[in-house]
């Protein structure tokens, strides 16, 4: 009787890929030069507040 008997097991799933990461827009030229602006400025600002001393 048991050899009637059909044992069914899972089929197996193939692992999901994982996310793919966009790639970033590469940085416009004129950016690193705002940073530095923006940080003069800020220093400027911070020396004028007497945060410096």
Not at 3 to 29: H, L, S
Request: overall charge positive; hydrophobic content about 45%; proline content about 17%.
């Amino acid at each position: 009787m048991s050899e009637n008997v059909i044992k069914f097991r899972r089929p197996e799933k193939k692992p999901e890929p994982p996310p793919q990461k966009k790639p970033r827009a590469p940085m416009p030229n004129w950016a690193p030069m705002a940073a530095l602006v923006v940080i003069a400025v800020l220093i400027y600002l911070a020396q004028q507040g007497g945060l410096f001393g």
